[in-house]
């Protein structure tokens, strides 16, 4: 199925063809505010992609039964349908974005997305099979290459001054702290140093980004990695979350609030925004049915205890698998990934929450600035 495209992705890309009928004249094409959304990270945020890379199933999902509710196909998106970029594209009036390795997208005047699932803000997380974070900056400069070419440097500076760079990297990188010979052990390394080394790698990507015009910067936080299907089941039968393996997430979280908090004070026109998705997660997650769902523990599409093991689509090793009956009821789509209406739930709290939850601005604060 990979290099499929659905009708809706047709339509983006003719309305796209249009637009560069605008040429050196966009400024007139596009609305005064307009302002694009590139999107960077792993498979919370990967559209497929990874569909375009020489990896494994395990890094893809373009295979049924992902993507059958939304989009009706498996485009590549770790989910039942949409994911948080798409939610957060249509909030922003903007069309859903193709990915960056789609073939035959050549205008990216709303953004693109560069996300690679199993990526991580180290070089060294699952190497050879993912696009890196750095890989996926240098994207980011082809296509501001692209625009130089088409509209001119001035205006390529300043789409790229108005866009959006959303992010969401570094749980992945965590899962390599987990000992490869007994994975409910965590490797006797420094957790905080490891930690400040993902931070100073995520720092130098928003700092090349910022170097060639980027000035508005969103984030997710790392959530409770400890309590995704695929985790918890490596202690105590599932029975509760892995509460060590989250205790990373949450030294991460203090060093990247720190570190942007540093950052806006030593470059200037740089602002940001984080979803506290850490807290957000937890608290659906520890009373889902006050937030509309019936099942937070156990994902959809998978096999074993919480249907934790990660065999969804019986393409990765694992024939046999298990589908809910209803996705809508759940939090977890597979043993990892979030489900079209968990990732449309955070996507409106990435948008529009209040400070106590999206600081020190929202999304659609920073896409006004
Ligand atoms: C893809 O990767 C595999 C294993 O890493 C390698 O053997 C193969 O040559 C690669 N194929 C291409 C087309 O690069
Ligand atoms: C895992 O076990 C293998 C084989 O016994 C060993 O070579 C390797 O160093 C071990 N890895 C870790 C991280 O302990
Ligand atoms: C980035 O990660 C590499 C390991 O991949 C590490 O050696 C380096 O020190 C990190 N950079 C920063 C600025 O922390
Ligand atoms: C773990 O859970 C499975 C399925 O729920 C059960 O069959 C098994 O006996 C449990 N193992 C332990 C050690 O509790
Ligand atoms: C912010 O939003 C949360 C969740 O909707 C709500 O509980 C809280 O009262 C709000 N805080 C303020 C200061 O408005």
């Not at 890094?59 to 992902?66: D, I, M, R, S």
């Not at 560069?114 to 974070?133: W, Y």
């Not at 205006?155 to 570094?170: D, M, Q, T």
């Not at 393409?315 to 979030?338: A, M, P, Q, R, T």
Request: glycine fraction near 8%; include cysteine; proline fraction near 5%.
């Amino acid at each position: 199925m990979a290099g499929s495209i659905s009708l809706l992705e047709f339509s983006l890309v003719i309305f796209i063809q249009i637009m560069t009928h605008c040429h050196s004249s966009i400024t007139t094409c596009l609305p005064e505010k307009h302002a694009a959304l590139f999107i960077l990270g792993d498979s919370l945020f990967d559209n497929g992609n990874n569909n375009y890379i020489n990896t494994t199933t395990s890094y893809q999902a373009n295979y049924p039964p992902y993507g059958e509710t939304f989009f009706k196909y498996p485009s590549g998106r770790f989910s039942d349908g949409r994911m948080i970029p798409d939610a957060v594209a249509e909030l922003a009036k903007l069309p859903i974005l193709p990915p960056y390795l789609h073939p035959g997208h050549v205008e990216y005047v709303y953004g693109v997305n560069f996300a690679s699932g199993g990526a991580g803000a180290l070089r060294e997380t699952s190497q050879g099979m993912v696009i890196d974070l750095k890989t996926q900056v240098s994207y980011l400069k082809n296509v501001k290459n692209l625009f130089s070419q088409r509209f001119g440097h001035a205006i390529a500076e300043e789409i790229l001054s108005k866009s959006v760079y959303l992010f969401n990297i570094g749980a992945n990188d965590y899962g390599s702290l987990l000992d490869p010979n007994s994975t409910s052990v965590l490797l006797p390394v420094d957790h905080q140093g490891f930690v400040d080394i993902v931070i100073g790698n995520l720092t130098d990507a928003i700092k090349e980004i910022y170097n060639i015009g980027g000035k508005k910067f969103g984030f997710l936080n790392v959530p409770p990695i400890g309590c995704s299907p695929a985790i918890r089941i490596l202690v105590n039968n599932g029975s509760t979350c892995f509460e060590e393996f989250s205790a990373i997430a949450r030294l991460h979280n203090n060093a990247l609030s720190k570190r942007l908090h540093e950052l806006e004070k030593q470059l200037k026109g740089f602002k940001y925004s984080v979803m506290d998705f850490y807290s957000a997660f937890s608290q659906v997650f520890n009373n889902p049915t006050k937030y509309g769902f019936k099942v937070a523990s156990v994902g959809c599409c998978g096999s074993g205890p919480y249907r934790g093991v990660d065999s969804c689509g019986g393409n990765k090793g694992i024939k046999e698998y298990e589908l809910c009956d209803n996705v809508n009821e759940h939090l977890f789509f597979d043993s990892h990934h979030l489900t079209d209406r968990a990732s449309e739930y955070f996507a409106e709290l990435i948008w529009n929450a209040n400070r106590t939850v999206t600081s020190p601005y929202n999304l659609k604060q920073l896409f006004e600035l």
